[in-house]
């Protein structure tokens, strides 16, 4: 293999989820710093993990209550399913004839944590406007193969005012429902439960299956960029974390 340009969609799905990590790891560290800890406090918010991982679902509109366990799969679904109860409580959510939407306390927190995550990506100075076509090409692809998942993560909902940078990092955000799709299927595959594969073992012959298996399924969105975008998109991603 002479270049990462080489590599198959399998191997690329692999090499690129480390890659998009990073990048969401730093977003987050640069919001933690800039005060986002601090926000659930201010706001008097429970289960404030929860609603930041549906930061750019909810907005949306009404949500099914069985798509809350989806952003938090490693998690018990009674131990979701009580924070959802204790958001609903306080007024948090709000349930409407499709689900559950914002309250307006929880739409003015997301206001706060989004101009957050707007100051740490502006750090991001370069043109994103590639960037965000590949994960735009992605997110496309993804939905031929995507699971339950991905069909509420993605598309994100994106504001006519978000900055290129707000943008590509809930794109990718919502890219990796792809692979946690992958990843539940190949579990289950093997009849195992959440916790048993929470439970196995990094280098585990059977965890290291789980995980090939979860690059084979995770792999077909990267058929739909060539090797020299492939290429592009793992560079340009080590450039922003």
Do not use: C, K
């Not at 509109?61 to 609903?88: I, N, S, W």
């Not at 944590?113 to 740490?120: D, N």
Request: no cysteine; hydrophobic share 45%; proline share 8%.
């Amino acid at each position: 293999m002479s270049s990462v340009a080489e590599l198959v969609p399998e191997r690329f799905a692999e090499l690129i989820r480390p890659a998009i990590n990073r990048v969401q790891r730093s977003v987050r560290d640069r919001a933690l710093t800039a005060g986002s800890a601090g926000l659930p406090r201010r706001y008097g918010m429970p289960s404030a993990r929860l609603v930041d991982e549906l930061r750019y679902v909810l907005p949306r509109g009404p949500l099914p209550t069985t798509a809350f366990p989806l952003a938090a799969r490693y998690e018990p679904a009674e131990v979701v399913q009580g924070q959802v109860d204790a958001l609903v409580s306080g007024g948090w959510l709000v349930p409407a004839a499709a689900g559950l939407v914002l309250g307006d306390r929880t739409a003015a927190y997301l206001d706060d944590l989004h101009a957050l995550h707007a100051e740490a990506t502006a750090v991001w100075t370069g043109d994103l406007s590639e960037l965000l076509d590949l994960v735009g090409t992605l997110l496309a692809a993804g939905t031929a193969t995507g699971g339950a998942a991905y069909a509420v993560f993605a598309p994100p909902h994106e504001r006519p005012s978000d900055p290129p940078g707000i943008v590509l990092f809930n794109r990718l955000a919502a890219l990796r429902y792809h692979r946690s799709d992958a990843h539940v299927a190949a579990w289950a595959a093997r009849g195992l439960t959440t916790e048993q594969v929470a439970a196995l073992p990094a280098d585990a012959p059977l965890r290291q299956e789980i995980e090939a298996d979860t690059n084979r399924r995770s792999a077909p969105p990267y058929e739909a960029l060539s090797p020299s975008r492939r290429l592009r998109f793992l560079a340009g991603l080590a450039t922003l974390s």
